[in-house]
């Protein structure tokens, strides 16, 4: 099973002084741990969520951890390599979440604790400082120009910082005479970090073009909804016109029935049995031929209201 070492670094007998931790093997304990809060900081975690960053974080931790001990500093320095024994304690089984977060308690308890800003603010002060200059100068020189290795290896260092570093550290240098120059590694090394940054910039193009059109497309969905309510809402408005009467013509029907019955009932009281007048058959029982006539004359008619008066 891998160790961390070779995970993080790739090669199993990785240098902890060059190869891990960036510093002289005569380097004392306090610039070991100042070669520690610089490395370790690059692949912090709160900084860097890849899981290369994630394993040569803890890697740095580990080799810091190892090489603080004097006696086992001191066993390394004589022998060159990390003791089996010892090497256990870095294998895979140790690579948890649980792990990580580990290392990362052990550097804020040297340290403190860091956010993203004070990251951030050290970057800043980092680039463009005569250290960030020595640190270019010695990995061009030990790669030999191999611009794309020394990105492993320069502190908080990325693609487009290699245009920066040729113009003003590796060019200047090489026209004094401090480095040699190594034309054709750096032109190989330019050519596969241009296309990577310009497959980037592509990259990012698609992706807000990608964002544009699904911004258009939930604009036009949106509207395609309004619209499709709107039909919907005057369907149903033009159905509710048609299935209800207005007020005027609820009174005019009610109006109508109302006459309308009226009349029926005058018809059928006149029309009873088809014999036209209900008084003609009540005239005829009584020996009366024409209801129309008064059968009574105007003195009959005293005497009788008289009559009655008494009574």
């Not at 240098?15 to 960036?22: I, M, Q, R, T």
């Not at 910082?161 to 590694?185: C, F, H, L, T």
């Not at 109302?258 to 006149?270: E, K, P, T, V, Y």
Request: include cysteine; aromatic fraction near 8%.
């Amino acid at each position: 099973m891998a160790s961390l070492m070779e995970q993080a670094f790739g090669q199993p007998n990785v240098d902890l002084y060059a190869d891990v931790l960036k510093v002289p093997k005569t380097c004392t304990p306090a610039q070991l741990r100042k070669a520690y809060y610089k490395q370790a900081l690059q692949y912090h975690p709160d900084k860097n969520d890849t899981q290369d960053a994630k394993l040569k974080f803890q890697a740095i931790s580990w080799a810091y951890n190892y090489l603080k001990d004097p006696d086992k500093r001191q066993d390394y320095d004589q022998e060159g390599i990390i003791p089996q024994d010892d090497q256990n304690d870095d294998d895979d089984d140790d690579m948890d979440n649980g792990a990580r977060k580990s290392w990362k308690d052990y550097f804020d308890t040297i340290f403190g604790k860091l956010s993203v800003d004070d990251i951030d603010n050290f970057a800043m002060k980092y680039k463009m400082s005569e250290e960030e200059e020595k640190d270019v100068l010695e990995n061009y020189t030990k790669f030999q120009g191999n611009l794309v290795k020394m990105l492993e290896f320069v502190m908080l260092s990325e693609e487009r910082d290699v245009s920066r570093w040729m113009e003003d550290y590796i060019q200047p240098a090489i026209a004094e005479g401090k480095v040699e120059n190594y034309e054709a590694a750096v032109k190989k090394a330019m050519l596969t970090i241009d296309k990577k940054l310009a497959k980037e910039k592509k990259n990012q193009v698609v992706s807000m073009e990608d964002f544009s059109t699904d911004e258009t497309e939930t604009e036009e969905s949106d509207n395609d909804l309004k619209e499709s309510k709107l039909k919907a809402s005057k369907t149903k408005t033009k159905a509710v016109k048609k299935a209800k009467p207005t007020q005027a013509k609820k009174r005019s029907q009610k109006k109508n029935t109302g006459s309308s019955s009226q009349n029926d009932l005058i018809a059928m009281i006149r029309n009873k049995n088809g014999r036209g007048n209900p008084l003609a058959s009540i005239a005829a029982r009584y020996g009366v031929s024409n209801v129309d006539e008064d059968p009574l004359d105007d003195a009959a008619f005293a005497k009788l209201q008289s009559k009655m008066k008494k009574k």
